[in-house]
């Protein structure tokens, strides 16, 4: 599990650094197989969001985990993340609202970001 802390801490970090907001994590291991972890976030325009995915994956990068996939990027209103069981959320804010992932996911167990 302190791997796993260590991991999402990580992702908080630099999604904190590049100033995302409303960061919010879901534990869906318990009622998906598609990923154990949500993290969901906004930024507020299109070089933000893309900066936002950027440092996740420089961040991550440095300790050798790489993304299976991310999808998204040029259009930048929901860049999605993938490093399998961690799935990474970037939205602009109409997107966000739009697709309320935290609604569809709310059978999840949110975390809250500052236990990490």
Avoid: C
């Amino acid at each position: 599990m302190n791997t796993i802390n260590n991991t999402l801490k990580k992702i908080v970090d630099a999604l904190e650094n590049k100033k995302a907001e409303n960061i919010q994590l879901i534990d869906i291991s318990e009622v998906s197989t598609v990923a154990d972890y949500f993290i969901i976030t906004n930024g507020t325009n299109v070089s933000q969001i893309q900066a936002l995915s950027d440092n996740v994956e420089e961040r991550l990068a440095i300790d050798g985990i790489r993304p299976r996939n991310i999808e998204g990027y040029n259009t930048a209103n929901w860049i999605l993340m993938d490093y399998n069981d961690f799935l990474v959320h970037i939205f602009d804010r109409e997107s966000r609202n739009f697709y309320d992932l935290e609604r569809i996911w709310r059978d999840g167990k949110a975390i809250d970001v500052q236990s990490l």
